[in-house]
């Protein structure tokens, strides 16, 4: 028998929907599918879905997770934006829960998959960022850890569901998004409009 806070977990932090449901520890549904487009017309539906396998309806959650990336800028802020609004309504708290902490293993550096041979790196000792593989598997490999970017994230919403039943009664703070951007990102070169008066 298995017990603890009944929590619905999702992300839509890249191209995917990915949705659990925890009771404690144990996993009453899983849901994900890949997904390019229409991650914010799929994503209340597959939380309906999940709740409905499971025998529960919206009334019986006890806090809700969402990953808040870094990844997609849209898909991050559908999955956020969705589960503030269902913190309110439903009067449960929501957790965000980073893909650094959703992924983090002892020996392995945190790397999650980014576009262009990219990835979002947590290096040991510093803020993380976005970062060319190969320049975050060279310092993996100096600081004496494993470098594998995770390639599917198909359990990612049951970790980040984990992570909010463990912290939900001391995390008050509202889900907010987690967006890394290169260092040398550069504002956009389009010259303003010429005013002219008249």
């Not at 017309?41 to 959650?61: F, K, T």
Request: hydrophobic letters at 45%; charged letters at 25%; glycine letters at 10%.
């Amino acid at each position: 028998m298995h017990n603890g806070p009944l929590v619905l977990g999702f992300d839509t932090s890249a191209a995917h929907c990915a949705a659990a449901l925890l009771r404690g520890d144990q996993l009453l549904a899983e849901r994900f599918e890949e997904r390019a487009r229409g991650q914010a017309e799929r994503l209340i539906p597959m939380l309906e879905e999940i709740l409905s396998e499971a025998g529960h309806r919206w009334s019986d959650l006890e806090a809700l997770g969402v990953g808040v990336g870094p990844g997609n800028f849209t898909g991050i802020r559908i999955a956020v934006s969705a589960a503030r609004g269902l913190a309110l309504g439903l009067g449960v708290p929501a957790v965000g829960v980073s893909g650094f902490d959703a992924r983090k293993t002892a020996d392995q550096l945190t790397a999650i998959p980014a576009p262009r041979d990219q990835v979002y790196a947590a290096l040991p000792g510093e803020a993380p960022r976005l970062m060319p593989a190969p320049e975050a598997e060279e310092a993996a490999r100096s600081a004496g850890l494993s470098f594998a970017p995770e390639a599917s994230p198909a359990d990612l919403a049951r970790r980040i569901a984990e992570h909010a039943g463990q912290r939900y009664q001391h995390d008050p703070e509202p889900p907010a998004p987690l967006y890394l951007r290169a260092a040398d990102a550069a504002p956009a070169r389009d010259l303003p409009p010429r005013l002219i008066e008249g």
